[in-house]
């Protein structure tokens, strides 16, 4: 380095390029291996040359070599440093720079667990609120600390890396038999975000397969195995500590209450944090059972926030990631439980009883990274004066609450953004719509391919994947997947769901029923109406789109989507499913009979149990009156009468009279002023809402409206 640096002084023409480059023996996850081999790959151990020796020969063809950004040997002294001071400068780059590569592939040098422990134990907030516990418990200073401990115990994480490279490798050979293939999209994502930040992924929960999944997908592609928030519940005996070793640290359903429990928590994250180890949580909490995603918990949102603001070592990025199955494990678990049965407690027996149902096909899984999510631009939204080197006193400043709330509608609308839509989605969105889950099979396979022509064409994002098979590709792969049963009949086989199945699909249309809204809300506008004028149409998507906005995580802003829904306007007329009138300005459906009228009309009834849902809601309190009702009597009211308005006259799918949608879509009218709260606690409305009713009749079908109102009498 010494020769570099003077030849570069005497030459000033002279630059050179340092790469560091870093080579590790044994940590190629794909490779296949011996236990031998496992056992002797990298780590942050010393080790001597006999070990070194071993490694080589063992893992000699078992190589991760990762190439770092050049570091210019001419910057270092154009700077102005003499020649000692540049060798310096420059060696101590390429140390760092080596570091985060090391650190990016097999993670950081983690301490052991009781070390970590005992350093989140000394410092001074959870020493100030183990003081606290003692007055208030009135207990001795031994035994708040020993309360401190357990919590620390409970908590942290055992991650071992010899751990982690047995787990790839049985892995490997646990996907192999579960899946046809698990596929990995835009993993660029966190390539461009790896080096120099913190990275915290943030994925959707589907399944309790999401933890294994990622992981692994992580592992493979060669960096480190994130530290995950588990829930408590998963701490069970002998399989919790296989867990801890994985990379997991325990967390608690709720912390009210509990300042030390708080404490302990937040200090550990901070720790982990600052280290370097990347974090993963869900942040919808819970698993969702209903396929679409839940609404965003933001406690360990703001816990990682708060931690950053406390000591802000190096940038936060939060990656959203995207699951897509093609069946659950858990799937019938999730109706029995939407339809009211209590939920089972995890247990290792329950995961016996899990084991017979692996013999099914399941298909393909998709695990796609959506645009990541940089904590620095939502910083310098909410708090424009707050810079990174100060660090906060006060880890709960006003703009906090704020600039949680934004950072997670953006994390969950980026994770929407990355959707995968495979066989399974396009037929459930078809079938569905369909008043017995039935179609002929010419008709199934024209809409099937109409759906991913509507999605390639005008796409909702570009991370959104969508299948390239065909639609009789897509149809032959319901068959092998047990989901489509084939009636044949002389004039035109008829293609159909059981009962069964057409519930449990509906989970698979609501992983990307946001990918389709635009154009069947569009197509909802002409189910009563031959022609339409642009400025009606887009009066109606006004009106409707804030809760569906709310609902789904739609990626357009409400000024933005007068403009989407011109192009989804477009894009319709492309397909023969509109007709352009006026030079746009009228909009005209397909002669009756048609084809394409036929196709319009099972794209509309994608949407159209959504829109029931709000009209139901209108209706009873139109019923009930202004004044009379509150809105957990509302919610309950509903929730009955959509369950019955299921067994009447549509597919009796738990997933259209879940409680916590009614829920969602009331409080977004109170927090949009339709509706208003009386001192009795009782809700009240304007004349809004009856303009709202006038205009659902526009949207929905007569004999729709009639079905509603029909329900709403006792």
């Given at each position: 380095?010494?020769?570099?640096?003077?030849?570069?002084?005497?030459?000033?023409?002279?630059?050179?390029?340092?790469?560091?480059?870093?080579?590790?023996?044994?940590?190629?996850?794909?490779?296949?291996?011996?236990?031998?081999?496992?056992?002797?790959?990298?780590?942050?151990?010393?080790?001597?040359?006999?070990?070194?020796?071993?490694?080589?020969?063992?893992?000699?063809?078992?190589?991760?070599?990762?190439?770092?950004?050049?570091?210019?040997?001419?910057?270092?002294?154009?700077?102005?440093?003499?020649?000692?001071?540049?060798?310096?400068?420059?060696?101590?780059?390429?140390?760092?720079?080596?570091?985060?590569?090391?650190?990016?592939?097999?993670?950081?040098?983690?301490?052991?667990?009781?070390?970590?422990?005992?350093?989140?134990?000394?410092?001074?907030?959870?020493?100030?609120?183990?003081?606290?516990?003692?007055?208030?418990?009135?207990?001795?200073?031994?035994?708040?600390?020993?309360?401190?401990?357990?919590?620390?115990?409970?908590?942290?994480?055992?991650?071992?890396?010899?751990?982690?490279?047995?787990?790839?490798?049985?892995?490997?050979?646990?996907?192999?038999?579960?899946?046809?293939?698990?596929?990995?999209?835009?993993?660029?994502?966190?390539?461009k975000v790896a080096d120099g930040n913190e990275?915290?992924?943030?994925?959707?929960?589907?399944s309790h397969i999401d933890y294994l999944l990622?992981?692994?997908?992580?592992?493979?592609?060669?960096?480190?195995?994130?530290?995950?928030?588990?829930?408590?519940?998963?701490?069970?005996?002998?399989?919790?500590?296989?867990?801890?070793?994985?990379?997991?640290?325990?967390?608690?359903?709720?912390?009210?209450?509990?300042?030390?429990?708080?404490?302990?928590?937040?200090?550990?994250?901070?720790?982990?944090?600052?280290?370097?180890?990347?974090?993963?949580?869900?942040?919808?909490?819970?698993?969702?059972?209903?396929?679409?995603?839940?609404?965003?918990?933001?406690?360990?949102?703001?816990?990682?926030?708060?931690?950053?603001?406390?000591?802000?070592?190096?940038?936060?990025?939060?990656?959203?990631?995207?699951?897509?199955?093609?069946?659950?494990?858990?799937?019938?678990?999730?109706?029995?439980?939407?339809?009211?049965?209590?939920?089972?407690?995890?247990?290792?027996?329950?995961?016996?009883?899990?084991?017979?149902?692996?013999?099914?096909?399941?298909?393909?899984?998709?695990?796609?990274?959506?645009?990541?999510?940089?904590?620095?631009?939502?910083?310098?939204?909410?708090?424009?004066?707050?810079?990174?080197?100060?660090?906060?006193?006060?880890?709960?400043?006003?703009?906090?609450?704020?600039?949680?709330?934004?950072?997670?509608?953006?994390?969950?609308?980026?994770?929407?953004?990355?959707?995968?839509?495979?066989?399974?989605?396009?037929?459930?969105?078809?079938?569905?719509?369909?008043?017995?889950?039935?179609?002929?099979?010419?008709?199934?396979?024209?809409?099937?391919?109409?759906?991913?022509?509507?999605?390639?064409?005008?796409?909702?994002?570009?991370?959104?994947?969508?299948?390239?098979?065909?639609?009789?590709?897509?149809?032959?792969?319901?068959?092998?997947?047990?989901?489509?049963?084939?009636?044949?009949?002389?004039?035109?086989?008829?293609?159909?769901?059981?009962?069964?199945?057409s519930v449990l699909m509906t989970y698979f249309?609501?992983?990307?029923?946001?990918?389709?809204?635009?154009?069947?809300?569009?197509?909802?506008?002409?189910?009563?109406?031959?022609?339409?004028?642009?400025?009606?149409?887009?009066?109606?998507?006004?009106?409707?789109?804030?809760?569906?906005?709310?609902?789904?995580?739609?990626?357009?802003?409400?000024?933005?989507?007068?403009?989407?829904?011109?192009?989804?306007?477009?894009?319709?007329?492309?397909?023969?499913?509109?007709?352009?009138?006026?030079?746009?300005?009228?909009?005209?459906?397909?002669?009756?009979?048609?084809?394409?009228?036929?196709?319009?009309?099972?794209?509309?009834?994608?949407?159209?149990?959504?829109?029931?849902?709000?009209?139901?809601?209108?209706?009873?309190?139109?019923?009930?009156?202004?004044?009379?009702?509150?809105?957990?009597?509302?919610?309950?009211?509903?929730?009955?009468?959509?369950?019955?308005?299921?067994?009447?006259?549509?597919?009796?799918?738990?997933?259209?009279?879940?409680?916590?949608?009614?829920?969602?879509?009331?409080?977004?009218?109170?927090?949009?002023?339709?509706?208003?709260?009386?001192?009795?606690?009782?809700?009240?409305?304007?004349?809004?809402?009856?303009?709202?009713?006038?205009?659902?009749?526009?949207?929905?079908?007569?004999?729709?409206?009639?079905?509603?109102?029909?329900?709403?009498?006792?």
């Amino acid at each position: 380095m010494r020769q570099l640096v003077a030849a570069a002084a005497s030459d000033r023409t002279l630059d050179v390029d340092l790469i560091p480059v870093t080579v590790m023996w044994g940590r190629a996850p794909d490779r296949e291996g011996s236990w031998l081999r496992v056992l002797l790959s990298e780590n942050w151990e010393r080790v001597g040359r006999f070990r070194r020796f071993l490694s080589v020969m063992v893992n000699g063809r078992n190589l991760f070599v990762t190439f770092g950004d050049p570091v210019s040997l001419r910057a270092a002294l154009d700077d102005g440093a003499d020649a000692p001071r540049a060798v310096r400068r420059l060696t101590r780059t390429l140390r760092v720079a080596l570091a985060r590569q090391r650190a990016a592939a097999i993670g950081p040098d983690l301490s052991h667990r009781r070390t970590i422990a005992t350093q989140v134990l000394r410092t001074g907030s959870v020493r100030r609120a183990m003081a606290d516990e003692m007055r208030a418990k009135k207990i001795s200073r031994r035994e708040a600390l020993k309360l401190g401990q357990d919590y620390a115990a409970e908590i942290a994480a055992n991650y071992s890396h010899v751990f982690i490279a047995i787990m790839a490798r049985l892995l490997t050979w646990f996907w192999t038999r579960l899946y046809d293939g698990v596929e990995l999209h835009h993993f660029d994502q966190v390539q461009k975000v790896a080096d120099g930040n913190e990275i915290v992924y943030v994925p959707c929960h589907r399944s309790h397969i999401d933890y294994l999944l990622l992981s692994y997908a992580i592992y493979y592609k060669g960096y480190a195995v994130p530290h995950v928030a588990a829930g408590i519940n998963l701490n069970m005996p002998v399989l919790g500590r296989f867990i801890r070793k994985g990379g997991a640290f325990y967390i608690r359903r709720s912390f009210k209450g509990n300042t030390l429990y708080t404490m302990v928590f937040m200090k550990y994250l901070g720790l982990m944090m600052a280290r370097g180890h990347s974090i993963e949580f869900f942040i919808e909490g819970g698993r969702s059972r209903t396929g679409r995603l839940l609404q965003p918990k933001t406690g360990m949102l703001s816990m990682t926030l708060r931690s950053y603001l406390r000591d802000p070592r190096r940038p936060v990025v939060f990656v959203p990631v995207y699951f897509g199955y093609e069946r659950l494990v858990e799937g019938k678990t999730y109706i029995g439980e939407l339809s009211g049965a209590a939920k089972e407690k995890e247990s290792v027996f329950t995961l016996l009883r899990t084991l017979p149902a692996l013999r099914q096909k399941f298909g393909k899984v998709h695990v796609s990274f959506g645009e990541a999510v940089h904590l620095d631009e939502i910083m310098r939204k909410h708090a424009p004066d707050w810079q990174p080197a100060q660090g906060e006193k006060d880890d709960r400043p006003p703009w906090l609450a704020p600039a949680v709330d934004d950072l997670a509608m953006r994390i969950m609308t980026n994770i929407n953004s990355a959707a995968c839509v495979g066989p399974m989605n396009l037929i459930a969105l078809a079938l569905l719509a369909t008043p017995k889950q039935s179609m002929l099979e010419t008709d199934l396979v024209r809409q099937l391919e109409l759906y991913a022509s509507l999605l390639r064409q005008a796409p909702y994002s570009p991370l959104v994947w969508i299948t390239d098979a065909d639609g009789a590709s897509i149809v032959r792969h319901g068959e092998r997947m047990g989901v489509l049963l084939r009636n044949k009949h002389p004039l035109g086989d008829v293609l159909q769901m059981t009962e069964e199945n057409s519930v449990l699909m509906t989970y698979f249309r609501n992983n990307v029923l946001h990918l389709m809204v635009l154009p069947s809300l569009v197509a909802c506008c002409f189910l009563n109406n031959r022609m339409m004028r642009t400025e009606d149409i887009q009066r109606l998507m006004w009106r409707i789109y804030p809760y569906m906005y709310d609902e789904l995580f739609l990626r357009w802003r409400e000024d933005a989507v007068a403009t989407a829904v011109l192009e989804t306007l477009d894009d319709m007329a492309n397909h023969g499913l509109l007709e352009s009138v006026d030079g746009g300005t009228q909009w005209r459906r397909p002669p009756t009979g048609s084809t394409e009228a036929v196709q319009l009309s099972v794209l509309a009834h994608v949407t159209v149990p959504i829109i029931e849902r709000y009209y139901l809601v209108i209706a009873v309190l139109l019923k009930s009156g202004s004044g009379r009702i509150s809105q957990d009597v509302l919610e309950s009211q509903c929730q009955l009468m959509a369950q019955r308005m299921s067994l009447l006259y549509q597919l009796n799918s738990p997933e259209f009279f879940d409680k916590a949608l009614f829920k969602n879509f009331i409080d977004l009218l109170r927090a949009r002023n339709v509706l208003g709260v009386s001192a009795e606690g009782r809700l009240t409305y304007t004349d809004m809402l009856p303009a709202v009713a006038d205009d659902a009749q526009l949207v929905l079908h007569e004999q729709i409206r009639n079905s509603v109102l029909q329900v709403t009498h006792r």
